[in-house]
């Protein structure tokens, strides 16, 4: 069973940056993908980023490709989600999962554990 806690949400300027990470514990870190997913009030959850076991493969959704950046420390288990150029359609709660494939997808039901979720509100 793997644990999974997000922090470093918060309340930013359009234009700014946040970092959030997600620290893991119960499992074997190196043998997850992970993935950053967000919902906004009324809306789906949906992808933004993820990054294969190695950290050598990465995907994003299109609205933040470019802006935002996905990496992980296995050694520190965590995997991190730079966030720049904040804008405020990407105002949501963002939640880390981990998936037992090699790579991760984009797909919400592929992934096996969540975080609780840390808000970020992008003012205009």
């Known amino acids: 069973q793997v644990q999974l806690v997000e922090s470093g949400g918060g309340l930013v300027q359009a234009g700014g940056s946040l970092r959030l990470s997600c620290a893991a514990s119960g499992g074997t870190f190196s043998s997850y993908a992970l993935g950053w997913f967000r919902q906004a009030p009324g809306k789906e959850r949906e992808f933004v980023a993820s990054?294969?076991?190695?950290?050598?493969?990465?995907d994003y959704v299109g609205s933040v490709a470019g802006r935002f950046t996905i990496s992980r420390d296995n050694a520190k288990s965590t995997v991190y989600l730079q966030m720049n150029s904040l804008k405020p359609e990407d105002t949501a709660v963002y939640y880390c999962?981990?998936?037992?494939?090699?790579?991760?997808?984009?797909?919400?039901?592929?992934?096996?554990?969540w975080g609780q979720g840390t808000q970020v509100t992008v003012s205009s």
């Open positions: 999962a981990a998936d037992r494939n090699v790579i991760g997808t984009r797909t919400v039901t592929e992934y096996d554990y």
């Open positions: 990054i294969s076991r190695s950290g050598g493969a990465r």
